[in-house]
């Protein structure tokens, strides 16, 4: 359809065609995806990519390249006539990434908080943190893949501008916050844990509570309210404005915050191995694994990555960079934190070995009662067969006996008549 509605605009172009100024320009073509129009020479023309094709996101941009001669760009390979899709097929891939990630932590995650909830030994301040921090995860990366299959789909943006729709970027941006915050949290702790107070006793969670979860209400409604009455766009999903500093100004804050905890607990733990005496390769190697551990926790990766490159190819991989350290984050923290933990581990072994016990036990008391079952029926057996063949003996008997007096008899009663 598509392909007939291009050849019906290149014949009635041909019967009204108008020259530019210069006189040269690349004619109405069909490339076997979309149909271009008429373009300058000199010009690189756009427009989105075809929705037909599964692989394609219409949201994203093909280009076209119309050169100085008035002909059509060709792939500088194959020498043909070419049109760049190249940022179709990517930005699928960037969307299926974004996808795979937030599947994978939305499930690693969930196992994890089963694990820190299921084992009551693992109850304590730190792994209370832990749990915020994961739920705030979940949390965000399930409004994030509602978002983009509703609000930005393969389609584009929603047709509909209702209030569901603003609501719905409302909690993703509170979520957001609150999952920036919560790491927050956990530099908090860890900085007055190892800096601060050593040996302090336990800290008011209630602070951390309203931290994670309560201040990020505030900038999300004042981000809503001013959303709402200077640039209303529809949903809420345009970046071209400067109101989204409302919301990521505390992030930042928050992450540039996080970066010096991160230097001062490096820096406070350098100072203790050094108390030790170790060895200066091995000093730098801890050090060096405590700062890569603590990293994804803080969400630090962001603050070392903050500018686009705008080189291509360099752009390109700083976009699948960023796709695994934001999106897989979840992943990462659960992981690191959960998976690795050593008190997880050893928690987990020690209730695999008690369920192997309990299991083998099982079996043992199955066989011992199975046993216990053969032997009592073999005895059974036995006396049931020595029952019938001593009664057997006993009729035999009996008919033994009375078969001796009957011949006695007979052999007297033979001699009387004689």
């Not at 393969?154 to 916050?177: E, P, R, T, V, W």
């Not at 844990?193 to 900038?219: C, D, N, R, S």
């Not at 109101?243 to 100072?271: D, E, M, Q, S």
Request: overall charge neutral; some cysteine; aromatic content about 14%.
């Amino acid at each position: 359809m598509a392909q007939y509605e291009c050849f019906q605009r290149i014949v009635k172009k041909s019967h009204h065609k108008t020259k530019t100024i210069a006189g040269i320009e690349c004619n109405t073509t069909w490339d076997g995806w979309l149909c271009w129009d008429e373009t300058e020479a000199g010009v690189t023309t756009e427009q989105s990519c075809p929705e037909y094709y599964d692989d394609f996101d219409p949201h994203a941009m093909a280009s076209k390249v119309c050169t100085e001669t008035g002909e059509w760009g060709r792939h500088p390979e194959s020498k043909r006539t070419w049109t760049n899709f190249t940022n179709c097929r990517a930005a699928m891939t960037h969307f299926y990434l974004v996808m795979i990630g937030h599947g994978l932590s939305v499930v690693s995650l969930l196992i994890s908080l089963g694990i820190f909830f299921h084992f009551k030994s693992l109850s304590c301040q730190r792994i209370t943190l832990h749990k915020n921090l994961f739920l705030s995860f979940v949390l965000n990366s399930i409004i994030t893949v509602v978002r983009l299959t509703t609000v930005v789909n393969k389609q584009g943006h929603s047709h509909n501008d209702s209030a569901s729709c603003k609501l719905l970027m409302f909690i993703h941006l509170y979520l957001l916050s609150c999952n920036y915050f919560w790491m927050l949290c956990e530099g908090i702790y860890l900085h007055t844990l190892i800096v601060v107070a050593v040996f302090a006793e336990k800290q008011h969670l209630m602070w951390y509570y309203l931290l994670g979860w309560g201040f990020p209400l505030v900038p999300a409604v004042i981000h809503s309210i001013a959303r709402h009455c200077y640039y209303n766009d529809k949903c809420w999903v345009s970046s071209n404005t400067s109101l989204l500093y409302i919301i990521h100004g505390p992030i930042c804050a928050a992450l540039v915050v996080n970066l010096f905890f991160l230097l001062n607990i490096v820096r406070v733990l350098i100072t203790k191995l050094r108390v030790t005496h170790q060895a200066e390769s091995s000093l730098y190697m801890r050090a060096v694994r405590a700062t890569l551990i603590l990293i994804p926790l803080l969400g630090i990766q962001f603050v070392l990555l903050p500018y686009k490159p705008q080189d291509h190819w360099v752009f390109e991989v700083y976009l699948y960079i960023m796709d695994i350290l934001l999106h897989y984050q979840g992943l990462l923290v659960s992981t690191i934190f959960c998976f690795f933990n050593g008190e997880v581990q050893s928690v987990l072994r020690r209730h695999w070995n008690q369920q192997r016990m309990q299991f083998a036990g099982t079996f043992a008391n199955a066989d011992f009662f199975r046993s216990a079952s053969y032997v009592a029926s073999s005895l059974t057996e036995v006396h049931r067969c020595y029952s019938i063949e001593s009664h057997t003996e006993h009729m035999n008997g009996k008919i033994f006996k009375g078969a001796v007096v009957g011949h006695k008899e007979d052999q007297m009663n033979q001699q009387t008549s004689l």
